[in-house]
């Protein structure tokens, strides 16, 4: 007797019939990331400002699933990606936000931000609007045409500064293709910017996507451990050092390793000097922490980095700021030690490398070292070379009251830290103040010290203290800006007043580029074209008299409650009353000139900024003889 054959199944998988668009913030929704038993949202919010090309397909599906996904109004495309950057930093990369375009211009605002975020390894989702896939105008609104390849449109802009990027052409194409844009922004070494470039006829198509596409999902970021003989090569090279210097870099904070980090200074009595990233990863009152490293560093840590005979690199990439350009770390024989989650990282200037991520890393290798402890002399050597440079920071920060006179930026900086607390976090990332934060601020807790100096992008201050704020409710942000910043990018006041979200933004009035006027200064450029000054009289440069612009006004008509501060004492009621505020404030301060803006003693490191080779002014001449002195301090590390 035979067995009948089983009737074929021809039913298939359970659809659901949606538009591409409706899909994707679907699949959005369900997407989670994990990491030692703590599981969020990898997708809080999208961001977006609407356009033709992306209204009606992205627009209509967050409105169709706005239950379930925040939607923020940005203003300027730039500014959504930097917003949802800080969200990113401030959630230790764990959950971040989309933001969506529309095609042109919004599109290519976008990469700015993009490049930002790649740089620093942080995640963020770009949605860009793109031409038609069905070509039924050609061109379309907005659409660049390239004779050469009918393919292309202004988001391939976007393929460099992504870490992942697909155009989704098909509704189909986009399964494969937001499946591999979740594993990017989890993974600890390759997140950054993803790219999903959707056609505006595609957002716009039905499909039958199949339900199990819209499973919730579970994303781990991963921790890998050392190898072992990775470990005890590491090991055998902290005992046999004398002079070992640890550099914390930002991959510190990422990983969330700065309770190892401190667990492993404490037992081994290694001092931490820390990147622009990595700063905080031990608080400034921590007995081993040095402070800043490299051209805006301590005079403290830069001349350990000089001395030092091992330097063991934790999540650092490593950049010209750090090594003074190749000229710190000068002792003939230093080796380095990286530990990193990325090999490229790890093996930088022909470094032992122990690749794994940095608490796991740091736990291994405290446990490989157990017993072993620097040399007192060497500890008490930097203990006091600690207390000096606290002394230093405390006469940059002096600002007695009743002078009359406005205070200097480093004297701004003295009154916050004088207000602040733990819970108190400060944004910036170019212009004079990174280096001066370097150098003098007393970070206070692990995530209070926020600067973006991979790409230090100017404009990024003001909308990435609106991402924090929502990543950290209740906790006072402050967004420190120059007036060269804020003219970049005041734009998201507007969204911050919009949301209720109580930003504290300290404007500081120094009429023009106060950082690069004094590099130009320095390279023989004679400060050309960096103050904000009317045309001299023969035309030729700008050294007339100061512009007579009122940003503190602009502010205040953008919603912004204001208030100006002309001398120190007005200063601290100032910024006392924007911490107790819970709606965005505004202290407006005019410093002293561009020329006195920062009070904290010089750059104790080199930065190679190239001289003119040959000129005819007396000052290119000059500057040239001092660079090619200093540049014979350079070396390579083989």
Partial sequence: ??????????????????????????????????????????????????????????????????DEMPFHQGRNEQAMVHAAVGYARQRDRLSTHAVTTSIGPGATNLVTGAALATINHLPVLLLPGDVF?????????????????????????????????????????????????????????????????LPQDVQAEAYDWPVEFFAERTWTVRRPRPEPAELAAAAAAVRQARRPLIVAGGGVHHSGAEEALAAFADATGIPVASTQAGKGSLCHDAPADVGGIGHTG???????????????????????????????FARPGVRFLNLNVAAFDAHKLAALP????????????????????????????????????????????????????????????????????????????????????????????RDQYHVEYGYSCMGYEIPAAIGVALAAPGRPVWALVGDGTYLMMPTELVTAVQEGIPVK??????????????????????????????????????TGPPLPVD???????????????????????????????????????ETETADTVSGPPPAQAWWDVPVAETAERAAAIEARKEYERDVTARRPHL
């Fill in 298 to 328: 301590t005079a403290t840590a830069d001349e350990l980095a000089r001395t030092a005979d091992l330097v063991i690199g934790v999540g650092t990439r490593y950049t010209d700021f750090t090594t003074a350009s190749g000229t710190l």
């Fill in 1 to 66: 007797m035979t067995t009948p054959a089983p009737t074929p199944d021809h039913t298939g998988p359970e659809t659901v019939r949606l538009t591409t668009a409706q899909a994707l913030v679907r699949f959005l929704t369900r997407q989670y990331a994990a990491r030692d038993g703590h599981r969020t949202r990898l997708i809080g919010a999208t961001w977006g400002v609407f356009g033709h090309g992306n209204v009606a397909g992205i627009g209509q599906a967050l409105v169709q699933y706005g």
């Fill in 354 to 445: 122990l690749v794994a991520d940095a608490c796991e890393g740091l736990t291994a290798l405290a446990g490989a070292v157990a017993g072993h402890r620097a040399d007192p002399a060497y500890v008490a050597e930097y203990t006091a070379g600690k207390e000096r440079w606290e002394r230093a920071v405390d006469t940059a920060y002096a600002a007695p009251d009743g002078t009359g006179r406005r205070p200097t930026q480093a004297q701004v900086l003295g009154v916050l830290d004088q207000l602040v607390s733990k819970e108190d976090i400060l944004i910036n990332a170019a212009g004079s103040l990174p280096g001066d934060l370097h150098k003098l601020w007393r970070t206070r807790s």
């Fill in 133 to 197: 896939a069905t070509r039924p105008a050609d061109p379309v609104l907005q659409q660049l045409e390239v004779p050469y390849a009918g393919d292309v449109s202004v988001n391939d802009c976007l393929r460099p500064v992504s870490k992942y990027f697909d155009r989704i052409a098909r509704p189909e194409q986009l399964i494969p293709a937001a499946l591999q844009a979740m594993r990017v922004l989890t993974d600890p070494v390759e997140t950054g910017a993803v790219t999903l470039a």
């Fill in 551 to 589: 940003l503190a006004a602009n502010a205040a008509s953008l919603g912004m409650d204001v208030h100006r501060a002309t001398t120190v004492a007005e200063l601290r009621t100032a910024l006392a009353a924007a911490r107790s505020a819970t709606r965005p404030t505004c202290v407006y301060v």
């Fill in 505 to 542: 933004v300290v404007l500081l009035q120094n009429h023009g580029y106060a950082s690069i006027g004094g590099l130009s200064a320095s390279v023989g450029a004679e400060g050309f074209a960096t103050a904000y000054r009317y045309r001299s009289d023969d035309g030729r440069a700008y």
